[in-house]
């Protein structure tokens, strides 16, 4: 199915705009002149009760959906909480794929993540590397819902021929990230910690595990921006990997978030922590081909957010 052309006066809903993604979603597509964009918050309309999900599209009939609504959390919350992980995510995309077919939306993004992959998966993970092996343990709940998630659209792609596409982000970061200091990703737990740190003049910072996992970061300005590149010109059954192809060690992360807050003190490694998957840089040659790549280093995007959480969690307390 070719893709058809996108109309920028359609109503479009971004599920989950309060949070990471979807507030970057929403600014790109303000700033590419989306005139009808739909928004609720969680406490607006609750997506894991069927019925509620199902008024909603029945009385706006979103034309575009993209599902960036979703448990999320850290390797912490996801090895802690496996329920809600599996339960919620399964919930919360099962009722607005299936509201979405039915009040006829014409194209739904879903998002997935690199998790999805086998724990020892080639590097760098080609997408036909999905179900070839076990899943890293640390996440697999939310793994075994984000899989279903792609299937799913597959499946109503098949059956149904809905235009339903999957995007696989590696691990993001950036402006409105999750700052908690025990279930956030572990770029913004380093950048609360070390400023913590800094600011309370405390000698040494913990951080978790070996050092030695490897993690490819990709700013969430450059995903929302992939994420819409998708909307307008894929339209295949196979998901997507949205990577930057840069690796660093957690080690080198942190040394790096050390540097840009400008915490003098000394790293110490708690090693009673999980380290998870050793490895997970995403091969996006395919979202390459179609003719999208990433813009932010890394570099930029932690001074970038830094600035964000001085101004918008530091100064708001
Ligand atoms: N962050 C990352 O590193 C990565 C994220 N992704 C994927 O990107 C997507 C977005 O993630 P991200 O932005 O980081 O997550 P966030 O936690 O920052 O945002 C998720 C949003 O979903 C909302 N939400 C959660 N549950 C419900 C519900 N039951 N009803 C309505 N809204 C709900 C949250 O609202 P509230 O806070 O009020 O609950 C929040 O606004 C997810 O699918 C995630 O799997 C993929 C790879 C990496
Ligand atoms: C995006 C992806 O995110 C999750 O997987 P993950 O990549 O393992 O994510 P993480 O950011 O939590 O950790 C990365 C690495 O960093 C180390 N680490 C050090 N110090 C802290 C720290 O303070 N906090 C955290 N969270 N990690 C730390 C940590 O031990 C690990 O080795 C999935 O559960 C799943 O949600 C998913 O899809």
Redo the contacts with the bound molecule.
Sequence with gaps: MDPTPIDRFAPIFV????????FAVVRKLQSLGYANILLR??SE????IQSAVDDFFGAHKPYYVIL?????GGIHANNTYPADFIT?NLQ?QTNVITSAFKHNTKKLLF????CIYPKFAPQPIPENSLLTGPLEPTNEWYAIA?ISGIKMCQAFRLQHSFDAISAM?????GPND?FHPENS?VLPALLRRFHEAKVNNVAEVVVWGSGKPLREFLHVDDLADAVVFLMENYSWLEHVNVGSGKEVSIKELAELVKDVVDYKGEIVWDSSKPDGTPRKLMDSSKLAAIGWKAKVSLKEGLKDTYKWYLENVVNQQ
């Design positions: 599920a989950g705009h309060r949070g990471l993604v979807g918050t969680h309309l609750d997506l894991t960036a609504a979703a448990k999320v919620i919360i998002l997935g993540s690199s984000k982000p590696t691990n993001l970061y999750n990703h």
